[in-house]
């Protein structure tokens, strides 16, 4: 398809302030419709007054997320709010290091999350929401989605597949929602500090003695034969622990409610349970969670006449790709879409290692929660639900829900 030529830049005072504010909980924020219309490349001004390219166009987020001339490296990518200045430059992790290095951190990794390995983990993660949904159907009174199910469900899946333990959960979910949050810079240093020195810990007992799950197998295939530092090994657990749990938890929240507000769809897939993937993929683009995708141009990169300059900050809007007008009726949730190509996790080189986990979870999340429950509705006026406005990953805090108790 044909892109909207690129406008001239505009001049600074005239710039859109970023990030804005989802006003809606089902849309992307508004101003991303106005930035498309102007182009898929336009600029904005950060809190500190710095700017940045916002990469709004499908075909532009796509090509730019794997040109070789950008990079994912921290010190060179825009900082959202103050609370990231600053940050200790030590906790480098392979989602901000570029290609040759980042391509061995992830063929280390690819073999754990590969179709086959997550198909493998289906009954597991079945017989978790099956004691999870039943659990809500046995509790009496108020019961929260989110620490019922999406939570405790995405949590599990992490800790069985690193060899995290589950007794745990309550410390590192503590520690992963500080570093996600626009908390202060001491607050977010702070969590990473804990949850290094707890998963350290726990490397230096696997290294001792390895068990079951990705770190021990790291240790015996990387750390061992030297291809990893304990350093690396445990910042690599760090990553995996945190985007592992969060990001599904919220997807859970998010896709449980747009179903909820939507029985007509979930009727259609109770009644044809193969619509499921489907549904899902069109969750996942619809809600757009995890929105922004930070690189920054390492050489002069021209488009249609306009050029990025080396050093400049470039960010990905993944939530304005994902409704662009190569989905036709894009604001519309449909599950019956044929374009299904979104960019929820991102593209190119650093596209989500966990994706094929994550949709799994996703599908057995809900099919168990709408087989066992099919009247759930939520508890709570839309405006009243605690979305995370204040998160770089958009979700819920907490989803009451009720349901006919017979
Ligand atoms: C619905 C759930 C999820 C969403 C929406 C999501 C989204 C994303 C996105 C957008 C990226 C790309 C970031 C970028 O390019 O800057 C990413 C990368 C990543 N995701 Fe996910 N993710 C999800 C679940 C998971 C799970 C379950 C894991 C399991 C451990 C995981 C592990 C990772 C890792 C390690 C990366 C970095 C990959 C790299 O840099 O090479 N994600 N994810």
Not at 399 to 404: E, K, Q, S, V
Request: glycine share 6%; aromatic share 8%.
């Amino acid at each position: 398809m044909t892109q909207t030529p690129v406008s001239p830049p505009a001049r600074a005072e005239e710039l859109p302030a970023f990030p804005m504010a989802r006003t809606c909980p089902f849309a992307p924020p508004e101003g991303y419709a106005e930035l498309r219309a102007q182009g898929p490349l336009t600029k904005a001004t950060l809190w500190n007054g710095k700017e940045t390219w916002l990469v709004t166009g499908y075909d532009l987020v796509r090509k730019l997320l794997q040109d070789p001339r950008i990079s994912s490296e921290p010190p060179r990518l825009a900082t959202i709010a103050a609370s990231e200045d600053g940050q200790s430059t030590n906790f480098r992790t392979f989602v901000g290091m570029d290609p040759p290095e980042h391509g061995v951190y992830r063929r280390m990794l690819t073999s754990y999350f590969t179709v086959k390995r997550v198909q493998a983990m289906r009954p597991a993660i079945q017989r978790t929401a099956d004691e999870l949904v039943d659990g809500i159907l046995a509790t009496e009174g108020p019961v929260d989605l989110v620490e019922a199910l999406a939570m405790p469900l995405a949590t599990t899946v992490i800790c069985e597949l690193l060899g995290v333990p589950y007794a745990d959960r309550e410390f590192f979910h503590s520690r992963s929602s500080v570093a996600i949050q626009s908390s202060t810079a001491e607050e977010i240093t702070s969590a990473f500090m804990d949850l290094y020195q707890y998963l350290d810990k726990l490397v230096t007992a696997k290294e001792a003695e390895p068990g079951e799950g990705v770190i021990s197998r790291l240790v015996v295939e990387q750390l061992r034969p030297g291809a990893l530092t304990h350093q690396e090994l445990v910042n690599t657990a760090v990553l995996l622990l945190i985007v592992g749990h969060e990001t599904s938890a919220n997807m859970i929240g998010l896709g449980a409610l747009t179903l909820m507000r939507r029985p007509d769809v979930v009727a259609e897939l109770r009644a044809d349970p193969e619509l499921w993937p489907a549904a899902v993929d069109e969750l996942l683009r619809y809600h757009s969670s995890a929105d922004w995708l930070r690189r920054a141009a390492k050489e002069d990169i021209e488009i249609d006449g306009t050029v990025i300059k080396a050093g400049d900050s470039v960010i990905g809007l993944a939530a304005a790709a994902n409704r662009d007008e190569r989905f036709a009726n894009a604001d519309e949730f449909d599950i019956h879409r044929t374009e299904r190509h979104h960019l929820a996790f991102g593209y190119g080189p650093h596209q989500c290692i966990g994706q094929h986990l994550a949709k799994a979870e996703l599908e057995i999340a809900f099919g168990t929660l709408f087989d066992k429950i099919p009247d759930v509705v939520p508890a709570a006026e839309l405006d009243e639900l605690p979305f995370k406005h204040d998160a770089t990953l958009f979700g819920l805090y907490r989803l009451p829900i009720t349901f006919a108790r017979p």
